[in-house]
């Protein structure tokens, strides 16, 4: 029958190992998102630093591996109509059974986005999906034939589970982000979806600057070839400078622009002299209507103007401009407005510089047979042995080759401009100095800015990094490494908030080796950091209660290596954490290797085994403990978790209570027993006492009585005192007063009563306690009670102490024995044993001291003599809990003080101190 009282105990049990289960499965959960969140973000570093699509994939996957995960990256076609694996880790043995299978390689496979609802949620609804059985989707894509295959493949790579999350650029998805696995929860989505989008962002990166290279790549080669061409045409106009004259110089004003414009088929030629005061060039001659104009108005340009004539006649130098567009120093003359290149060549006489000739072209001629050519344009003047302007030689290029190579650069300028303006990641370029060149949208809008503009004119070494974290440190890193992946830090926003960002950045250095500036990307990544403290916070508040608890909590694996170890356990063993961690169990907690067996049976069966009170020594004395075995199964993680709790106390409250039900029955026979010894008792006192009236009272009946039988009383006393029959008469009735009186002490001694506390004098309750001990058949067997001295030293007139009759008793009584068996092992000197028994007051207290001569206790008994199970004696004489009740009837039930003062070879004192006033709460 189930004990009632121990319900409320066993109630509680369940619901601690209920709490304890529910903590073991958060902690397995908390331990595998942390393990899979680290994982990421080491595949993240690893990302920032790939250059392409496969780089990034490589490093993903090689991170996933390493924690028993696959995964696959699946690209949409243009419409988002089907999906095709592009990259994958699945081992080669797999993949070839599949393409065998299937007869197709695995990059061919394809498979219609509504074919499943699992893919239509990722990539139309945008949503990132958990699948608890990746046999289901893999058998919607694959044709039935191929289903008893997926089987294999998924219990060959244990990848039940599965996690689908979408890759989007610019909120278009572009593919799926897959990852496959055992132990995956929906707890992990969130933390897929922000590395999905974080890989999204390295891809859509990797896309960028592999167009941004190839981009560059075109614009050098197109530099290169114009500055060639340009060569070219200088050297052209060095030789035709050297050439004869072809005009005089009367006529070459008019004629030769005519001639020119004419033959060459060109747009505008015109020609500027400068006049007197040296301050302009006025237009002497051009061709055609617009040419009319110009000298009607009498068109005329600053020397050393904003102009190409201008500037050419000032520095007495060619001026050519292939793209009139790019030429910053022109006048953009409305009355020409078909111009797409300009030639403006200095004429000079006697050493100085007379005018200038203009040239000005479409840049497009059309050939004989149709086609259009795009042409550039020089010349030279011609001079002669004096240094006088007599004619100029022009040469015409076809240059439609470098024409289309400067459009394809425009264009991949616009590209680049375009991928520069609507990347999602910041994109800079900073001096060391701090000053801001340049920041696409996607940084401004980050920092909080509404334009450039506005950014451009904070100074990254004042007002950029939080003042924690100064630019100093990227600076020194920077110039050290010439690089940075992943660099944290904490960048300032333009309302004043902080953001947590990592950086890619790098040094661009000139010829000798000077820093010109920094260019990076940044990424903001406060929302994934604040994610990480939340879980580390989780994890902490996890760790504090388990570490909080005061069982030991071990976590096994399947293979007995350790992967939990709290506070307790450290306590325990003397074994930190950090040297326990993977160790065998049986070598950090050998007393645990005989448990291993059921270990095992806990985790093949998946139920909890329990092992109770099993014994063990620790520090000299026996010790008894609980082993319980909880099964690990969150997330098909093998391994079990042991809690250890220590049950001495409980143990030796059960043998308490076993001892007190024992003694409780004990006092209930005594009382028995005391009442039936009393009834014949008062009978034989009543009858002795009896006899003794009739045989010598001096009473009527006795005299009839005597003289009817032939004799008198006196006779009869005379026959009493003869054979001392009073004597023995009186013996009879002083024995039955000795018996009565042990028997009522007893029965007060022994009988079960309510707390009362009444007033009591202490030397009448050590003095009955002393008649007590008399009459202790234990103490007779080993030693005779009678043979101790009792000495007495009671303070006379002592106040009466409010106090429990039968419990003092039970102190003194318990303190006595103890003495008494102490001294049978000799005395200090072999005096003769002897108790003294003192009472005295002292302010508000009575105080009682019991002091013997026994041979005394050691300092460390003595320390420990009140604490409960302690005791010197035999298992089979002493249970250890006699002082240490006494104890607490003293000071807790009666508010009072009891100490203890002894040595080796001093014997022992015991000092009680009762109040005179009765505490408020008993």
Not at 895 to 913: A, N, Q, W
Request: hydrophobic letters at 40%; a negative charge.
């Amino acid at each position: 029958m189930k004990d009632k009282a121990s319900e409320p105990f066993t109630q509680e049990l369940d619901e601690m190992r209920q709490r304890i289960t529910a903590l073991e499965t958060v902690n397995a959960i908390y331990k595998q998102s942390k393990q899979l969140l680290q994982t990421l973000n080491q595949a993240s570093v690893a990302m920032i630093q790939a250059l392409t699509p496969e780089e990034i994939f490589t490093a993903v996957s090689e991170e996933l591996t390493r924690i028993n995960l696959t995964c696959v990256v699946l690209l949409t076609d243009e419409k988002q109509e089907s999906l095709s694996p592009k990259y994958f880790n699945y081992p080669t043995k797999i993949i070839r059974t599949a393409e065998k299978l299937t007869g197709l390689r695995i990059e061919a496979f394809s498979t219609l986005i509504e074919a499943t609802d699992a893919f239509k949620q990722v990539v139309w609804d945008k949503r990132t999906i958990f699948i608890e059985d990746s046999k289901d989707t893999l058998q919607n894509i694959l044709l039935k034939p191929f289903w008893q295959f997926v089987n294999e493949v998924v219990k060959l790579l244990n990848i039940p589970k599965a996690i689908n999350a979408p890759l989007l650029i610019e909120d278009e998805v572009f593919g799926i982000f897959s990852v496959q696995g055992a132990n995956l929860s929906e707890a992990d989505v969130p933390t897929i979806t922000a590395f999905a989008h974080q890989m999204a962002a390295a891809w859509h990166k990797s896309q960028l600057f592999e167009q941004i290279n190839q981009d560059i790549a075109k614009r050098k080669k197109t530099e290169e070839t114009l500055h060639q061409r340009h060569t070219q045409l200088q050297t052209a106009a060095e030789v035709s400078h050297a050439a004869s004259s072809i005009l005089v110089i009367d006529k070459l004003i008019n004629q030769s622009v005519t001639l020119i414009c004419e033959r060459f088929n060109l747009y505008y030629v015109g020609l500027f002299l400068i006049d007197k005061k040296q301050k302009y060039a006025v237009l002497r001659a051009g061709t055609g209507e617009s040419g009319s104009k110009m000298i009607a108005q009498e068109h005329r340009l600053r020397v050393g103007g904003t102009s190409m004539i201008g500037q050419c006649v000032a520095q007495s130098e060619a001026r050519i401009a292939l793209d009139v567009g790019e030429e910053a120093v022109r006048f953009d003359n409305p009355l020409l407005p078909l111009t797409r290149s300009e030639l403006a060549l200095p004429m000079r006489s006697r050493g100085q510089t007379i005018g200038a000739l203009t040239v000005q072209s479409t840049t497009t001629l059309i050939a004989k047979d149709g086609t259009e050519h795009q042409i550039a344009d020089s010349g030279a003047p011609i001079q002669d042995a004096d240094d006088n302007t007599s004619g100029v030689v022009l040469v015409f290029r076809d240059v439609s080759t470098e024409y289309q190579m400067r459009e394809a650069l425009r264009e991949s300028e616009e590209r680049f401009r375009s991928i520069y303006e609507n990347a999602t990641v910041g994109i800079y370029r900073t001096t060391p100095e701090g000053k801001i060149l340049m920041a696409n949208p996607a940084l401004v809008k980050m920092i909080g800015y509404s334009s450039f503009e506005e950014l451009k004119k904070r100074n990254l070494d004042e007002q950029w990094y939080d003042p924690n974290y100064p630019r100093e440190e990227f600076k020194r890193l920077i110039e050290k490494e010439g690089k940075l992946i992943g660099f944290s830090s904490i960048w300032k926003k333009s309302d004043g908030t902080n953001i947590i960002v990592s950086e890619s950045a790098k040094a661009l250095k000139d010829a000798d080796g000077n820093i010109l500036y920094y260019e990076g990307i940044a990424v903001d990544i406060t929302k994934q950091k604040h994610a990480e403290r939340e879980l580390a916070r989780a994890k902490n508040y996890i760790d504090n209660i388990i570490n909080s608890m005061p069982s030991v909590l071990i976590g096994v694996d399947a293979e007995g290596n350790v992967t939990q170890w709290n506070h307790q356990a450290e306590q325990v063993t003397g074994l930190k954490i950090k040297d326990a961690l993977g160790q065998k169990l049986g070598e950090v907690f050998p007393r645990l290797s005989l448990e291993m067996e059921h270990i095992k049976t806990t985790m093949r069966k998946r139920e909890v085994q329990e092992n109770a009170k099993i014994p063990h020594r620790m520090a000299g004395e026996t010790r008894y403990e609980d082993v319980t075995i909880y099964p690990l199964l969150t997330n098909g993680v093998e391994g079990v978790v042991i809690r250890i709790d220590d049950v001495t106390e409980q143990v030796r409250l059960e043998e308490m209570m076993i001892q007190s039900e024992k003694m409780l029955s004990i006092g209930g026979l005594a009382a028995g027993m005391a009442h039936e010894i009393n009834n014949p008792l008062a009978g034989m006192m009543q009858n002795a006492e009896v006899l003794r009236n009739r045989l010598t009272g001096d009473i009527p009946a006795n005299h009839r009585a005597a003289e009817a039988v032939g004799t008198d009383i006196a006779t009869i006393r005379a026959y009493l005192e003869a054979r001392k029959l009073g004597v023995m008469l009186d013996n009879i009735r002083l024995s039955g007063s000795r018996a009565a009186k042990i028997v009522q002490n007893m029965l007060s001694f022994a009988r079960k009563s309510e707390s009362k506390f009444a007033p009591h004098a202490l030397d009448d309750l050590l003095d009955r306690t002393v008649e007590l001990a008399h009459t202790d058949y234990n103490l007779k067997k080993n030693y005779d009670f009678q043979q101790i001295r009792i000495v007495r030293e009671y303070e006379e007139d002592l106040p009466k102490v409010p106090c429990e009759e039968t419990k003092i008793q039970q102190v003194f009584l318990n303190i006595i024995k103890n003495g008494a068996e102490e001294m049978v092992k000799g005395t200090h000197g072999n005096a003769p044993p002897q108790f003294t028994l003192r009472t005295y007051k002292e302010e508000t207290m009575a105080c009682v001291e019991i002091i013997d001569n026994g041979p005394g206790m050691s300092e460390a008994v003595r320390k420990r003599v009140f604490e409960p199970f302690f005791t010197t004696k035999p298992v089979d004489q002493g249970t250890g809990l006699g002082l240490s009740v006494s104890y607490f009837i003293i000071v807790e039930h009666h508010g009072g003080e009891m100490s203890v003062e002894s040595s080796l070879k001093r014997g022992t004192k015991f000092i009680i101190k009762l109040p005179f006033a009765i505490r408020e709460q008993i």
